[in-house]
């Protein structure tokens, strides 16, 4: 029995995000990712949101995408006092979370990707991670969900660098973040449209080798992996059944975990179910059985996978 490193035993992950709402985010870059189904991150920055802004967030998360903190007001959160620096955290979220009600704002990007023991023992009294700005790669058990790296380009820089850093990255487990500002717009380090659908058409040709996830999806994902404990369950001639737990708050971490089995000798196909939800479920056969891939929900009850003809 094993957890896969990412979902769907994808070998790497990466999550697209914004920072600061400059306005080709909403305009631009959400139509692009929208017409390939891809989700990103809008770290969005309450003061600096313009009620029209507003309607875009509600509209970008009820697609899927998620919307994140980058503080209230966008202060160098480190040179702050304590009190304020909880004040910048905590209403950004409040405010996020009553304008986009369709989901929770779960996530935050440091301004500036400032941040220290203080901010980040604040950060974890209203979040489950926080994004900084540093080098690329996470790895697949981030020592530190309060200080993951993020990167993106800087003005002027060729889309295929961005490819070549994907390329050195991809196999590793890694998680890449990938932080982009202005789009199309005045923003910082402004990428074109054109750059912008290019980077998405080199994503798309990478396959099923990249898991492209929200941030805190992938956060959530990487904190339940490191939690989990699997316990077998009664078998029968035609059933296999595993428990899986991760001892973390349901409320906020419920994305399924991919998980492995060997297939009983004999089998030739396989289903899984939690509950009464079907799960995703692949079989891939081999001399000795073969292998069982599925998907299950911690806490939720008892996965039971079943011999399919
Ligand atoms: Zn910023």
């Known amino acids: 029995m094993s957890v896969a490193v990412w979902s769907r035993f994808r070998s790497t992950a990466l999550s697209i995000t914004f920072d ?34 507003w309607d875009r967030a509600r509209f970008a998360a009820s697609n899927g995408h998620e919307i994140g903190s980058h503080t209230l007001s966008h202060l160098v959160l480190a040179r702050e006092t304590a009190d304020k620096q909880d004040e910048q955290m905590r209403l950004s979220r409040r405010i996020i979370d009553s304008l986009v009600p369709s989901q929770r704002c779960l996530t935050l990007a440091y301004p500036y990707g400032v941040h220290d023991s203080v901010t980040r023992a604040v950060a974890r009294r209203y979040y489950l991670a926080a994004r900084e700005a540093a080098t690329w790669d996470n790895p697949s058990a981030p020592p530190d969900r309060f200080a993951i790296s993020g990167r993106g380009p800087s003005r002027d820089m060729e889309v295929g660098v961005v490819d070549s850093w994907i390329a050195s ?22 990428i074109s449209a054109a750059w912008f659908e290019r980077h998405l058409d080199h994503l798309m040709a990478q396959g099923s080798r990249i898991w492209i996830a929200p941030f ?18 009664a078998a029968t001639d035609s059933t296999l059944a595993f428990t899986v737990k991760d001892g973390l708050p349901d409320s906020l971490y419920g994305q399924p975990l991919s998980l492995s089995c060997p297939a009983p000798r004999g089998w030739r196909n396989a289903r899984a179910k939690q509950g009464n939800l079907h799960k995703w479920c692949e079989f891939e056969p081999g001399p000795e059985g073969g292998l069982i891939r599925f998907e299950a929900v911690p806490d939720r009850g008892a996965v039971v996978i079943s011999r399919r003809k």
Do not use: C
């Open 216 to 233: 805190a999806t992938v956060a959530e994902y990487a904190a339940e992996r490191q939690a989990a404990r699997i316990t077998p369950g």
């Open 20 to 53: 600061d709402n400059s306005p080709g985010q909403f305009n631009t870059a959400l139509p692009l990712l929208d017409k390939r189904g891809l989700k990103a991150t809008f770290f969005v920055v309450p003061e600096w949101m313009k009620p029209d802004q």
């Open 169 to 190: 990255a991809t196999g590793k487990g890694a998680w890449m973040v990938e932080v982009f500002h202005g789009i199309e717009d005045e923003g910082s380090d402004p």
